[in-house]
């Protein structure tokens, strides 16, 4: 997102298109921006004909641009979206529908309460509304849960709650029947203060007897096998290993990252 793009979310512009190519072409920086870039151009071409819809972009580009100026770290969208929320037309470098099947998703989380960890603009969260009973998503950054929750109130969906909180601090209403671990056990931006250890123990802890923990690894070409091993290890100390398996994925930035499902035992 760049200020310059703000005035295209004010009125629909014919020029906004030409802009969105011409900056993927030559101004991009990285193959994220670029691809970032283009969905942001399919997406603004379906603004035309919603005005409501148009609106609501206009308030979540803002919002974006403003964790630019005022969020010093890491933003896993590189300016721009990290989820993509079909329901609103928004792409993003992760892509929500295909992890949802990849992960069979809705079988897992029908009719549970679901507490998502670190959930970015909690998109996965909306995607799973009609299928769980109650999700509780949160996330340190701010600001992208005050996209998610922009977006929450434009669908109009009462089972999700979202807050700006870090997981060392937070704590369950409740017990949960599903914890949503993905891309998350450790951070890129340096937020997160527990060790893996703490984190998968603190996963156990908020979840009910049998209650299962869903783990996602982070990109392979960002987290070592021996990490992930380590990782692994600890949770079938404290959880018993019901699935396994590596997401086949067309898009890069899902592709090839480690699914477990692992139920709490003691
Ligand atoms: C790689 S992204 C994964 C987002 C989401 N779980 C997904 O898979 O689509 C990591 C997220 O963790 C958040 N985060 C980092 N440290 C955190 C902390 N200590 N507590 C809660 N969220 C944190 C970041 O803001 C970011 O949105």
């Known amino acids: 997102m760049r200020e310059k793009y703000l005035p295209y979310y004010a009125t629909y512009s014919a020029r906004a298109p030409i802009t969105f190519i011409f900056d993927m072409l030559f101004r991009a920086r990285t193959s994220g921006q670029r691809i970032s870039l283009n969905y942001r151009l399919h997406d603004y071409l379906k603004l035309q004909k919603n ?37 609103v037309e928004l792409g993003g470098l992760r892509d929500t529908a295909g992890r949802m099947q990849a992960m069979h998703l809705r079988d897992y989380c029908k009719n549970m309460y679901v507490v998502d960890i670190g959930c970015n603009s909690g998109f996965l969260d909306i995607a799973l509304a009609p299928i769980a009973r109650k999700i509780t998503g949160f996330d340190i950054n701010p600001f992208i849960i005050d996209i998610g929750k922009e977006v929450l109130a434009y669908l109009g969906v009462t089972n999700v709650a979202l807050s700006a909180t870090t997981f060392e601090v937070f704590i369950a209403s409740e017990p949960a029947d599903i914890v949503l671990s993905f891309a998350n056990h450790s951070t890129f931006d340096g937020n997160t203060e527990q060790t893996v250890r703490t984190y998968i123990e603190k996963c156990h802890q908020i979840l009910r007897p049998d209650g299962l923990l869903l783990f996602e690894s982070h990109h392979p070409t960002y987290e070592s096998k021996e990490s992930l091993e380590e990782t692994c290890k600890i949770i079938t100390e404290m959880f018993s290993l019901q699935e396994r398996r590596i997401l086949q994925s067309k898009n890069f930035f899902d592709n090839g990252r480690t699914f477990i499902v692992a139920r709490k035992t003691t």
């Open 51 to 87: 005005p409501q819809l148009f609106i609501l972009h206009r308030k979540i580009n803002a919002i974006l641009l403003d964790a630019l100026k005022k969020w010093p770290d890491h933003d896993y969208g590189e300016g721009y979206f990290y989820q993509s929320c079909s329901e």
